[in-house]
């Protein structure tokens, strides 16, 4: 007898091993499980009914033989589980380094109009930002801006539909007004912002722009304080060797008004072949010039005991001349490949 149910046992044994090699499925294993552990109907509590039958003197060794094989099942069934879960967890190994996140930066444009900022801020400079949606008399006529003068056009400028007296702001320059009519002089700014014209996109046009506008008034300023403080920006911004040269201009808010160039950070002028300067050894860069006496006067400041002077520079064009962005349109492309290489 106990031959008989060791040799069914060994049976019970393969036939149990080969099916656990072929399990696929937590739902196979679990089958298989209740095959063999069952309590009513499982291989193991068959055998074991079969004890009652044995002559009593075999009784013990059959007895060892069944729990040895209801161990065994146990324990491979456990070790498959154990290696089913460890399968479908993914490895970790918490001494590895971590793995690098992503970090974002600022924006090329952000990062730029930040740097000026800090620049200006050193020289003593507010930070002063104004409404992008602008009225038309600080715009252009407290800017003393002409009645018929081209930009006050349709063609050029959004204004807002049935607001004959709203408009996207063309330009920084309304906060000079702003900021003249609601602070007594002395007075330092820089604000940065966008501003906004109707022209069709193209490398170096966008209907939305950012500019940085500067103004100073105060007793006693002239013409070279302008140019001491741009150049004092420029050195800061571009680099300490760089040369400015002031071109006569004409904006209708300053008098004299200047247009400022940079020398070629690039070749200096010494490439007549230069991608950057195309040649000509120098890159324009800003607006600028004196307030004229009537702006002063249109915000009722007096221009025989104040004087000042402003400048405004697109950042845009700040970025395609510092960077060598070859067009502006690839600044609002969102591409990291170009984000990623600034801020
Ligand atoms: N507002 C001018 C523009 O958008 C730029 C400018 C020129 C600003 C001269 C100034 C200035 O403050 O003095 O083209």
Request: overall charge negative; aromatic content about 10%; proline content about 7%.
């Amino acid at each position: 007898m106990t031959d008989e149910l060791k040799k069914e046992i060994e049976g019970a044994r393969r036939s149990f091993l080969h099916d656990l090699e072929h399990v696929q499925s937590p739902e196979q294993l679990a089958a298989l499980r209740e095959r063999f552990l069952s309590r009513r109907k499982g291989q193991v509590s068959l055998f074991l009914a079969r004890l009652r039958e044995c002559p009593p003197a075999e009784k013990p060794v059959a007895g060892q033989e069944i729990n040895r094989f209801k161990e065994f099942v146990e324990e491979a069934l456990a070790g498959a589980e154990a290696a089913r879960i460890s399968a479908s967890a993914p490895w970790s190994d918490p001494s590895l380094p971590a793995s690098e996140l992503p970090v974002g930066r600022l924006h090329l444009i952000a990062d730029i109009q930040r740097r000026i900022e800090d620049i200006f801020q050193q020289l003593g400079y507010e930070i002063a930002t104004g409404p992008e949606v602008e009225r038309d008399e600080y715009n252009f006529t407290l800017l003393n801006f002409p009645e018929h003068h081209p930009a006050r056009d349709e063609q050029d400028t959004f204004f807002l539909e049935g607001h004959d007296d709203l408009l996207l702001r063309t330009h920084t320059s309304p906060m000079q007004v702003r900021y003249m009519l609601a602070h007594p002089p002395p007075l330092k700014i820089v604000s940065p912002g966008k501003a906004f014209r109707k022209d069709d996109p193209d490398a170096t046009h966008s209907p939305c722009f950012h500019q940085v506008e500067g103004l100073l008034v105060d007793r006693g300023i002239h013409f070279s304080h302008l140019k001491g403080t741009l150049e004092a920006f420029c050195r800061s911004f571009y680099g300490p060797d760089v040369v400015l040269r002031f071109r006569p201009g004409y904006f209708p808010f300053t008098e004299p008004s200047a247009e400022v160039d940079i020398s070629c950070f690039l070749c200096a002028g010494k490439n007549s072949d230069c991608r950057v300067c195309k040649g000509t050894g120098w890159l324009e860069i800003l607006g600028s010039g004196m307030v004229h006496p009537q702006v002063l006067r249109n915000c009722r400041i007096d221009p025989e005991e104040y004087s000042g002077f402003a400048f405004g520079m697109g950042i845009e064009r700040v970025a395609m001349v510092k960077y060598g962005v070859p067009d502006l349109r690839l600044l609002y492309d969102n591409d990291l490949r170009l984000l990623g290489q600034f801020g």
